[in-house]
């Protein structure tokens, strides 16, 4: 499966050199234009690798940055023209993996890149912890209350998928097509009926509710 990167940059010229350096490198590449697109990317999406401008319109970068951290285990590289070292410090203190300065050699993008991935294939750990939910993607297997759910291979899609994201909503399109159900065709109850399943499931241990509708929109974890 190839690496998800998200570039960040509102120069048309400069995103679309990254993208070229990304491509290929067999690496499949989203860009957003301003710090707002980026958001509700990060949103609907997971991404292995973020290329993040700081001089941003609508978000900057450093904003943009700490919510990534708040919500993501995306690894993040600053590309910046801003040549500071105290500036390079404070945000790799925030959590940005590595900072390339602009004007950049392509094969530096590309090797500290290839780093970066490296660190993630590396990485021991995909669990995710949500309140008393714990979801280990490895094994497969979501615990509440230290209880094992029993959940068939579509409910526990749908529940990874809202434990990655926490306190956002997701649309039915995009929960119904990320587990690969196909294209959404808008009147398929499908995705309803399993989150009905979840919610008797996760009451059966506990009287908290976890999944809230958001309607008009999708579900969310809460």
Do not use: C
């Not at 801003?82 to 050699?105: N, R, S």
């Not at 714990?134 to 209880?147: N, V």
């Not at 068939?152 to 998928?161: C, G, R, S, V, Y």
């Amino acid at each position: 499966m190839k690496n998800n990167i998200l570039i960040v940059e509102d120069d048309i010229d400069i995103a679309h050199l990254l993208s070229l350096i990304l491509t290929k490198m067999n690496l499949k590449v989203s860009i957003a234009y301003d710090g707002a697109e980026a958001k509700s990317l990060i949103v609907e999406n997971s991404y292995d690798l973020i290329l993040l401008d700081l001089m941003l319109p609508k978000i900057d970068g450093e904003t943009l940055l700490q919510y990534i951290r708040e919500r993501t285990e995306s690894k993040v590289i600053i590309i910046s023209a801003k040549t500071d070292i105290h500036h390079k410090v404070d945000l790799l203190k925030m959590g940005a993996d590595d900072y390339i300065t602009k004007p950049f050699y392509q094969e530096e993008v590309a090797a500290r890149v290839v780093v970066q991935l490296r660190s993630i294939v590396q990485s021991p750990t995909h669990e995710y912890i949500h309140r008393e939910l714990i979801l280990d993607i490895d094994k497969r297997i979501i615990k509440l209350q230290g209880q094992t759910l029993s959940l068939t291979n579509t409910e526990f899609d749908i529940l990874a998928i809202l434990i990655q994201h926490p306190e956002t909503p997701l649309s039915k399109k995009k929960i119904y097509e990320t587990i690969g159900h196909g294209t959404y065709l808008g009147d398929d109850n499908t995705v309803s009926v399993h989150i009905s399943n979840l919610r008797k499931k996760i009451a059966d241990i506990t009287e908290e509710p976890y999944i809230k509708t958001i309607w008009g929109i999708g579900f969310m974890l809460i």
